[in-house]
């Protein structure tokens, strides 16, 4: 049972470049979520999905796309990066947001723009 | 205002001592309550829900006052290693039902 898988585990880009965090989970949730974590802000919402087909922003959505084709995957895009954007993601996933099920992380992105 | 308020700390204390955290949110409505822990530079891993009624899970104890909107995590007998960040997290409801909101976490040390 693999949980929910990031990739990749760091990266570097150059200012402008885009690409896109991978996050895979196997345990059939239909909540996931995408956070960054910033020295002294705690984790901030970027985009969550309540089930395939369906989005929403969170509060620093700004730079941001998601999809959610499926039930396992939910990758996020960052357009044009930006050095605002240096940060450690983290993917996370719930079988449901009720009756306090939590939710279960991916072991982060460490990305820095340069 | 943000939607979850905890203490900042740092709490360092020496082992075996009893130790608590305070957290309190914004939204009267919302719906599920965590804490979760968070070692340096790792993922943040479910320690445990918050119920009503208060609940155990052997040296931890968290407590629910909705009337008051706060929650608390009581630690006793601190091992060194529940040295970590803990943080206090609350669900949404209705319109934001998908969303988890953090606290900024409160640094513990427990030292030997």
């Known amino acids: 049972n693999a949980g929910v898988t990031q990739t990749p585990k760091f990266q570097v880009l150059k200012t402008g470049q885009s690409m896109t965090l991978q996050c895979a989970q196997d345990?059939?949730?239909?909540?996931m979520s995408w956070y960054r974590q910033d020295p002294g802000m705690g984790l901030r919402l970027i985009h969550y999905?309540?089930?395939?087909?369906?989005?929403d922003q969170g509060e620093v959505p700004n730079g941001y796309n998601v999809s959610r084709s499926t039930t396992e995957d939910f990758p996020l895009r960052l357009l044009s990066a930006a050095p605002s954007q240096t940060s450690v993601y983290f993917c996370?996933?719930?079988?449901?947001?009720?009756?306090?099920?939590?939710?279960?992380f991916g072991s982060g992105t460490r990305l820095t723009v340069v | 205002r943000k939607e979850v308020e905890q203490d900042p700390g740092p709490f360092n204390v020496p082992e075996g001592a009893t130790v608590a955290f305070n957290c309190t949110y914004s939204?009267?409505?919302?719906?599920?309550f965590f804490w979760y822990r968070q070692d340096c530079r790792k993922e943040p891993k479910l320690l445990m829900s918050?119920?009503?009624s208060g609940n155990e899970d052997g040296r931890f104890t968290a407590q629910l006052n909705r009337a008051s909107q706060y929650i608390s995590l009581l630690i006793r007998d601190s091992k060194l290693s529940d040295s970590a960040t803990y943080l206090c997290?609350?669900?949404?409801?209705?319109?934001?039902?998908?969303?988890?909101?953090f606290g900024r976490g409160t640094q513990l040390t427990v030292w030997p």
């Open positions: 939204n009267s409505a919302s719906q599920s």
């Open positions: 996370a996933s719930s079988y449901s947001n009720r009756f306090n099920y939590g939710y279960t």
């Open positions: 997290v609350v669900t949404g409801r209705g319109s934001t039902l998908g969303r988890l909101y």
């Open positions: 918050v119920y009503s």
């Open positions: 345990m059939n949730h239909e909540y």
């Open positions: 999905s309540v089930g395939a087909g369906i989005t």
